[in-house]
């Protein structure tokens, strides 16, 4: 039997870059506490389940109004591990209680700041396209990344996948480029189905949905902007929390 939509938020503990980032405090709250604030106050999200492999920050969920009723094994809670695991996990633990909803909503505490609003309307564009594998949050890029260089072998600047070095194509005006997005940790909502069929989790007909630019913390520094920009915007807070 399916049920409905369930949020996912991966809070794993393992982290390098930023030591204990996902229960480390952005304003007065772990940072795990504002993807689970999002969903608590989607109209359209049913429970909220936190995948962490510590029994720390299972107690930190709980107490942010989460469920987390069971530790992610070791294995896939590793740098390398990819997130098909984890996912899988968490649908074999409510299959087993009868309870594996139709839509998960993958929810990254490392992007805190969100538009319950916006998760609704991303699960409603979902569910209105049949055909879609899966559905992935992206904003605008403020350069297209058809101006964006790698470094040959050789030592020398290429235009990324060019295979000439000849640099001046990407002296063109942006406007002479498509517009390309960065996908985001905003939201992801995937199919259920689609993912016990084939064993992924976007497949090949992903449904985009553009968000507003969204900060994302991969390292101390992303932290402390965070911070700052929650200094001059408390509005975020209030919209979760108020």
């Known amino acids: 039997m399916n049920r409905g939509v369930v949020a996912l938020v991966p809070a794993r503990s393992g982290s390098k870059g930023v030591p204990d980032k996902n229960v480390r405090l952005l304003g007065d709250r772990p940072l795990l506490a504002w993807s689970v604030a999002a969903a608590l106050r989607s109209s359209r999200i049913e429970r909220v389940i936190v995948s962490t492999d510590s029994a720390h920050y299972a107690d930190v969920a709980k107490r942010c109004g989460a469920e987390a009723p069971f530790l992610r094994p070791p294995e896939l809670a590793t740098d390398e591990a990819a997130d098909i695991g984890m996912v899988s996990h968490t649908l074999d633990w409510l299959a087993e209680r009868n309870e594996e909803p139709d839509i998960l909503v993958h929810l990254r505490p490392t992007t805190p700041f969100r538009s319950p609003g916006l ?86 007909h992903v449904i985009p949905f553009l968000t507003p630019l969204a900060p994302e913390v991969d390292t101390e520094d992303d932290f402390e902007f965070l911070v700052h920009y929650l200094e001059r915007h408390p509005e975020v807070a209030d919209l979760l929390f108020g």
């Open 119 to 204: 998760i609704d309307k991303s699960i409603d564009l979902f569910t209105d396209h049949g055909e879609a594998t899966a559905l992935r949050s992206v904003h605008k890029m403020s350069t297209t990344a058809y101006k964006s260089m790698e470094i040959t072998d050789e030592g020398i600047l290429r235009q990324l996948g060019s295979d000439r070095t000849e640099l001046d194509p990407a002296n063109a005006p942006r406007q002479a480029f498509p517009v390309t997005y960065l996908a985001n940790g905003y939201v992801d909502v995937l199919g259920t189905s689609f993912i016990r069929t084939t064993g992924l989790l976007h497949g090949d």
